[in-house]
């Protein structure tokens, strides 16, 4: 299964804060409801690049990133259309860690950012031991839904089939009202 960046676009959409490492980094589902993050290995490994657009309160941005996932550690970087590193974010065993080359406004903490692309490429059975009791995170097709206690969906993500691999092509995220369109640039 390959991991994608798609959450990458919220770091753009909601704002990149540096935090102390942290060995048990955490991140809200919705207001109220903060969980652990999974570990952040995954196998196999992986690399890409991608084109993330997204929409927070009525205005679109994009933005250019790169993705790497192992055994050991993620690992994103935000680009500018010019391609000069905007952030570096990487999640390991010690914690998580953040590199911000220039200001960004309105960008959301890195574990959030790494929420979501956790929430979108790791299995649901990494997942669902850390959320909330009632909460469930469930296949169905081509997407992935996140459902809270009371059964609302608090976030959609949808796949596209390419042979064997099954790609996020965007993420909703209902509680915090954004919407991110993701396009491969290494297919």
């Not at 991140?27 to 995954?42: E, F, M, Y």
């Not at 850390?130 to 796949?159: C, K, N, S, V």
């Amino acid at each position: 299964m390959r991991v994608i960046a798609a959450a990458a676009l919220a770091l753009l959409l909601v704002g990149c804060a540096s935090k102390p490492n942290d060995n048990q980094p955490e991140a809200w589902l919705k207001p109220g409801v903060k969980v652990a993050l999974p570990a952040p290995g995954i196998d196999p490994a992986f690399s890409q690049q991608q084109l993330l657009t997204g929409t927070f309160k009525g205005k679109q941005q994009s933005l250019l990133v790169l993705l790497s996932a192992d055994r050991q550690q993620l690992t994103l970087a935000g680009l500018s259309s010019l391609g000069i590193r905007l952030f570096r974010v990487s999640y390991d065993r010690s914690g998580i860690h953040t590199e911000q080359s220039i200001v960004l406004p309105e960008m959301p903490p890195a574990s959030q950012v790494l929420a979501d692309i956790m929430l979108s490429h790791w299995p649901v059975a990494a997942w669902q031991p850390r959320l909330p009791q009632g909460w469930t995170l469930a296949d169905h097709g081509d997407r992935r839904q996140l459902r809270d206690d009371r059964g609302t969906l608090i976030t959609e993500i949808r796949y596209l089939q390419r042979g064997s691999q099954r790609e996020p092509v965007s993420i909703q995220q209902f509680a915090f009202g954004y919407h991110i369109l993701i396009q491969q640039l290494d297919s």
